[in-house]
């Protein structure tokens, strides 16, 4: 599997459907279920990337993740920002990776 | 029309008496001319505004200066990116290729799972392809608002450089875009991006490796950070996340389907309940978008 391929492939498909709405005007008038799937779908695609990958990442310490993540998680609620729970929820897992 | 009439008559200079001067149109001694806001009649496009507008034809300087908070923002977003490459055995050149080619991040960072995950080509491409599509609606409504200047090529490098929270900055600017405008817009935010991505990589190459392992959870940190946003605005954002959560460990763990295609159906499973579920009530997506950019709110997206 070549990587600068995939590189290639990914960005073609963030390209597309990015410059489609620039030279397409059909766009515009959608029906309204594909609207609301459009706008719901990145919603479903976070799921999907938290789990399984949170608790197999780890494997045999599948514990290290899950409380990395519900850090993360529970400071995204408590200050609404990114850079504070991404340092919060590597210094948890890191905790939990060396100490138990 | 009329209300043009009226304004140019007004600030058209005014004949004045011989013996005063004072203009003859006041009735009383001591009336002053009326005091109107100061209205640009000759910017970008000739004489045609003629209301009272700030936001007239935006800058590239004015352009800059909006994308400087996206730009410092997504700088410790593209580190973990950077971080999160070189966990996954990526080279430099690899990392910063991605950046400076894809310029999205959950975008990217789906690429990149799938990669480490060791997906097939075709389901990398569409798994990101879906991620994306939520562009061609961002798309479709600055497209709309885009000033007469950005026509015909120029329409491609505003449409690389769309992302959320370019598109939630220009929704709130009133007026028409001009090119100018959003080049520094995107220019800014794009430059954090990249630099980001190299420096966190950099950053990387020095931490200690209990360290390095424990960074292997930024990315799930960060989706779990986008996630509980997204719940606190729309509360069904949990069911939907939850759904997809199940489906994919389903097919990852029980039914041991490859990842790839495991996650474009989960996607698929959670997008049709969430659309399925979503509350109906206001009509055109156009207020829909707030939901997915919670500080868009603004009647200023036409």
Redesign the interface.
């Known amino acids: ?1 070549n ?21 397409a005007k059909f ?2 008038k ?1 029906p ?2 594909a ?20 608790i ?3 494997s045999p310490q599948w514990y ?2 899950l409380l ?2 519900a ?3 529970a ?3 408590w200050k ?4 504070l ?2 340092i ?4 948890a ?2 905790f939990a ?2 100490c138990f | 029309m009329f209300r043009s009439a009226t304004v140019s008559l007004i600030h058209a200079p005014l004949p004045q008496c011989a013996d005063r001067g004072r203009p003859f149109l006041s009735q009383k001694r001591n009336a002053s001319p009326p005091r109107l806001p100061r209205i640009p009649h000759f910017g970008y496009y000739g004489n045609t505004m003629n209301h009272y507008n700030p936001s007239y034809a935006p800058t590239l300087g004015q352009g800059f200066r909006a994308g400087v908070p996206i730009g410092v ?1 997504y700088f ?2 593209a580190m ?1 990116f950077g971080l999160v490459c070189r966990d996954i055995g ?1 080279s430099l050149a ?1 990392a910063v ?2 950046s400076l ?4 991040g ?6 990149v ?1 799938l ?1 480490a995950a ?1 997906a097939t ?1 075709a389901a ?3 798994g ?13 409504a ?3 608002r885009l000033a007469e200047d950005a026509i015909g090529g120029k ?2 490098p ?3 450089g ?1 992302t959320d929270e370019v598109f939630s900055v220009s929704a709130l600017r009133p007026g028409k875009l001009t090119f100018p405008y959003m080049m520094g817009l995107e220019g800014i935010a794009y430059a954090g991006w990249v630099a980001g991505t190299a420096v966190g990589f950099l950053v990387g190459t020095i931490l200690p490796y ?2 390095q ?6 990315i ?11 719940v ?1 605005t729309n509360r069904t ?1 949990i069911l ?10 389903l097919f ?2 029980i039914a041991g389907m490859p990842v790839g295609w ?2 474009v159906l ?10 399925w579920v ?1 509350p109906d009530s206001d ?1 055109d ?1 156009q207020e ?2 707030e ?2 950019q919670p500080d868009a709110k603004s009647e200023a997206l036409v």
């Open positions: 599997m990587i600068w391929l995939m590189i290639v492939l990914s960005a073609f498909a963030t390209f597309l459907p990015r410059v489609v709405p620039y030279y766009l515009r959608l309204r279920f609207r609301k799937c459009m706008l719901v779908m990145p919603v479903a695609a976070l799921g999907a990337l938290l789990f399984p990958g949170t197999v990442d780890f290290a993740g990395g993540v850090v993360a998680a400071l995204a609620w609404g920002t990114i850079v729970p991404i919060g929820s590597v210094l897992t890191w990776l060396t | 923002g410790p977003t973990a990526l690899q290729t991605f080619t894809n310029f999205a959950s975008g990217q960072f789906l690429a799972n990669i060791k080509a990398l491409f569409l990101v392809l879906m991620i994306n599509l939520r562009y061609m609606f961002m798309g479709a600055i497209a709309g329409r491609l505003i449409a690389f769309t209990a360290v392992r424990a960074a292997a959870v930024t799930y940190a960060m989706f779990a950070s986008l996630l509980v946003q997204e606190k954002a939907v996340a939850g759904l997809s959560a199940i489906l994919n460990s990852v763990c495991s996650f989960a996607m698929l499973g959670g997008t049709i309940f969430g659309a979503m009509e997506g829909k978008c939901e997915i």
